[in-house]
């Protein structure tokens, strides 16, 4: 039985990377990198519960495997047999996050006058592409709305800028990426990588407020912007406004392909750890919340 290892982006909006662990019949999920979720969802327990997937428990590092109530007259010896073999995969192959990203087609909500990759909307891997939604939009999610903070303006003006941006008549297309990060997309039309904004939102823009106002958001982003793999003196700067946000750093940050400021991390997650002391602290400034799809 093979095992297969990946991550994909975690999108509407953008909030990090799911390490994924498969086997036949059964996969495991990360959102942290230490905390996985395993699941088993083979197709004659499917077909005998109605079930999409069946819960097989939970596991980290530290506490080992966690196992999930399962009722009902169910297969058990097939569950026993995938949950235990996907238990072993995970055991032998979790410290080796962050795996690689595989969801290569994506979808770009494009700039109305130049006709580039404006923002991107959703991933998919091999031919999992859903078809374009009608009327596509932008937006930075629920979080952003009630945390994120600028001079520059609010998370609606932000919507607001980049809806602009894509026009009265916004265009959504799937694209394909290559390895050295150039595209193509359905029609056969080739995007070369420097089109592609690094920070999958682009940053260049005419007016300093809105630059500014984009440039806010990105860093606060940091924590889940610094899991992609980034030039260095992109990654330095978003280290730099990650430690701004020690809960949520703290959270993610075994899934940093790399760290440059590795004394930053420390000081950072020395203060995580305080704010979890101080529960009231921690609800006001910024709350743990587990993984929500926006």
């Known amino acids: 039985m093979g095992i297969e290892t990946y991550s994909r982006r975690l999108l509407a909006p953008f909030h990090g990377l799911q390490q994924i662990i498969s086997v036949a019949g059964g996969i495991a999920e990360s959102m942290n990198g230490w905390d996985w979720k395993l699941y088993v969802a083979d197709e004659s327990i499917v077909s005998h519960t109605g079930l999409s997937e069946i819960v097989y428990g939970s596991w980290n590092p530290a506490q080992g495997l966690s196992r999930s ?9 097939l569950i026993e047999q995938i949950g235990d073999h996907l238990l072993h995969a995970v055991e032998q192959h979790a410290e080796e996050i962050p795996f690689q990203s595989m969801d290569f087609h994506e979808l770009w909500l494009l700039d ?8 991107l909307l959703d991933s998919a891997l091999g031919s999992d592409i859903r078809t374009p939604y009608d009327n596509p939009a932008w937006y930075p999610g629920g979080q952003a709305g009630r945390q994120f903070s600028s001079a520059a303006g609010s ?24 390895r050295d990060g150039s595209g193509i997309d359905r029609h056969g039309k080739h995007y070369p990588d420097t089109m592609f904004p690094t920070l999958l939102l682009r940053e260049s823009w005419n007016d300093s407020a809105q630059q500014q106002l984009v440039s806010d958001f990105l860093n606060w982003q940091a924590p889940w912007l610094l899991q992609l793999p980034l030039r260095p003196e992109i990654r ?14 703290s959270r993610v940050y075994r899934l940093f392909p790399e760290i440059l400021d590795e004394k930053g991390l420390t000081t950072t997650r020395v203060k995580a750890r305080i704010m979890h002391e101080k529960p009231l602290t921690q609800s006001v400034n910024e709350p743990f919340y587990p993984f929500v799809n926006e």
């Open 155 to 178: 998370t609606d003006e932000l919507i607001h800028l980049v809806k602009h941006a894509a026009g009265k008549q916004p265009t959504a297309i799937w694209i394909e990426r290559n």
């Open 236 to 249: 330095i700067r978003l280290e730099r406004a990650a430690w701004e946000r020690p809960l949520e750093t």
């Open 112 to 119: 109305e006058q130049s006709g580039h990759p404006l923002a």
């Open 69 to 77: 109530r399962i009722r009902g007259a169910i297969p058990s010896n």
